[in-house]
């Protein structure tokens, strides 16, 4: 504040002292949100690896139910239920090559 004073002379008005005070006040609210907001990214972004990590262990699984349905790949990871209810909305698309038949 010195410096400015000296480089612009005493035509420091209160008016001028009291827009910096609020500017200051409004950084630190500002930093204090973003520190927030960032904390919050980071317990995400957490989560996220930690399900990443999850996804290959559950991969390894799925060829084990695979091979219980008599040797028919699935076309997905969805449950029996969700794979019949998608087949039957394929089928009245007429886009029957993408998925495998049921009861053959």
């Known amino acids: 504040m010195k410096l400015f004073k000296l ?3 005493a035509k420091d008005t209160p008016d001028t002292s ?4 609020a500017l200051e006040v409004q950084m630190r609210r500002l930093e204090e949100e973003w520190t927030d907001v ?22 390894e ?3 084990q139910a695979g091979e219980r349905d008599n040797g028919i790949q699935a076309a ?7 794979q019949k209810i998608q087949n039957d909305i394929l089928a009245r698309r007429g886009n029957r090559s993408i998925t495998t038949k049921v009861g053959e």
Do not use: I, N, T
């Open 7 to 9: 480089l612009f002379g």
């Open 18 to 21: 009291e827009r910096l005070d």
């Open 38 to 59: 960032y904390g919050k990214f980071r317990v995400m972004q957490m989560r996220v690896a930690k399900q990443v990590q999850r996804l290959p262990e559950s991969s």
């Open 61 to 63: 699984e799925e060829p």
């Open 76 to 82: 997905s990871s969805l449950s029996p239920r969700l």
